[in-house]
C-alpha cells in the first residue's frame, strides 16, 4: 500500500502554523492607525477606496466592471467585508457599474449621489439592489460638511440652486431622482475629504464649466487632486487648478483608451504649475499612506 510521505501530524503543525501566521499579519495590521488612500486600476473610469484609520472603509466610484474587486482584495482587510459609504459621483457606468459586484460581495451601510437619474438598465439594476438591501441613500449637496470618524468631508458642488433649474420630476424617473436635459457630467459630486491636515479633492468628471463655478471657493484647495473627466481637456482648468494648488494630480485612465485621455494639453497645464502627476494606466494602482499623528 502507497505512504503518504506527509504524516497527519505534520499536516497538523503546518495548518496550525498557517493560522498562526495569518493571526500575527491580522493583528499587525490592526494595530496600525494610519489611513490608507488608493486610487484603484480600474481601466477606463474612475475608483478609489479609503481606510481611514485603519477603521472606516470607503469607496468613491467603482469604474465600469469588476476590476474594483482586485483592488479592494488586496487592500481592505480580507476579515472586513463592510463598507461604510459609498459614493457615486454622478451616474455614469464608468463611475457606478463596478458596484453592481460589490454590493454581491459587501456590505454596504450608504451610499452617496446625486439626485440625477440615468436611464439605463445597469442604473436602474443598482438602485434595485440598493433598494432591496434596504440601504440608506442621501444626496449630500454643496455647503455641507460631514465628520466620518476623524476625516471631514466638505461638499463643493452640486449647489441646490443648479439642482433645482436643472432637473424636473418625471412620473417614471425612481422615487427619489430627477431627470435632465444637461450634461450629466456637470451634476459631478465634487468633494474634499480631509484625513489628518491631508486634503484629497475628488472632481468625477466635473467639465471646466463647474470648476469656474468654484473660483470662490478657497477651500479646494488641496494637497491631492483626482484630475477630472480623466484628464480630459473639457475638465480641467488653468485657474481651478492653481486654487486647489495640489502637489499630486491622479489621472484615472484606461491605458491605450479609445478617449485619448489624458489630453496632452492637461499634462503641460500640470507640469506648468509643478504638479506631480500619477496615473493608473501607467502605474497601476496608486496608493498613499497618511499617518494619524494622534496614534500613540
Not at 453592481?100 to 436611464?119: P, T
Amino acid at each position: 500500500m502507497f505512504k503518504s510521505p506527509i504524516s497527519k501530524l505534520s499536516l497538523t503543525l503546518s495548518i496550525l502554523f498557517s493560522l498562526l501566521i495569518v493571526i500575527l499579519i491580522s493583528l499587525s495590521s490592526s494595530l496600525s492607525s494610519e489611513t490608507t488612500v488608493v486610487f484603484c486600476d480600474v481601466g477606463q473610469g474612475d475608483g478609489a477606496y479609503i481606510r481611514i484609520n485603519n477603521r472606516i472603509d470607503l469607496v468613491i466610484d467603482a469604474g465600469p466592471g469588476r476590476k474594483i474587486l482586485d483592488c479592494l482584495g488586496k487592500y481592505m482587510p480580507f476579515y472586513d467585508r463592510s463598507i461604510e459609504l459609498a459614493i457615486i459621483s454622478h451616474p455614469q457606468k464608468d463611475h457606478f457599474g463596478g458596484f453592481l459586484y460589490i454590493l454581491d460581495r459587501y456590505d454596504i451601510k450608504k451610499f452617496w449621489m446625486n439626485q440625477v437619474y440615468n436611464s439605463s438598465r445597469s442604473f436602474a439594476e443598482l438602485l434595485e439592489k440598493i433598494d432591496a438591501k434596504r440601504i440608506v441613500l442621501e444626496f449630500p449637496k454643496a455647503g455641507e460638511k460631514f465628520t466620518i470618524t476623524e476625516a471631514e468631508v466638505e461638499v463643493f458642488w452640486p449647489s441646490e440652486d443648479f439642482l433645482a433649474e436643472n432637473t424636473f420630476v418625471e412620473a417614471k424617473t425612481h422615487k427619489f431622482f430627477r431627470q435632465t436635459g444637461v450634461d450629466l457630467n456637470d451634476f459631478s459630486l465634487v468633494f474634499s475629504v480631509d484625513v489628518s491636515g491631508i486634503k484629497m479633492l475628488f472632481t468625477g468628471d466635473a467639465s471646466a464649466f463647474v470648476l469656474n463655478k468654484l473660483l470662490n471657493q478657497s477651500k479646494i484647495k488641496s494637497n491631492i487632486m483626482k484630475v477630472p473627466h480623466h484628464g480630459s481637456k473639457n475638465g480641467l482648468t488653468v485657474e481651478s487648478l492653481k486654487l486647489a494648488n495640489p502637489t499630486y494630480g491622479v489621472i484615472s485612465v484606461g491605458k491605450n483608451n479609445s478617449y485619448g485621455h489624458p489630453s496632452e494639453d492637461i499634462l503641460y497645464m500640470l507640469e506648468a504649475q509643478s504638479v506631480k502627476t500619477r496615473r493608473t494606466d501607467i502605474e497601476g494602482d496608486i496608493i498613499f499612506k497618511i499617518p494619524n499623528p494622534n496614534f500613540q
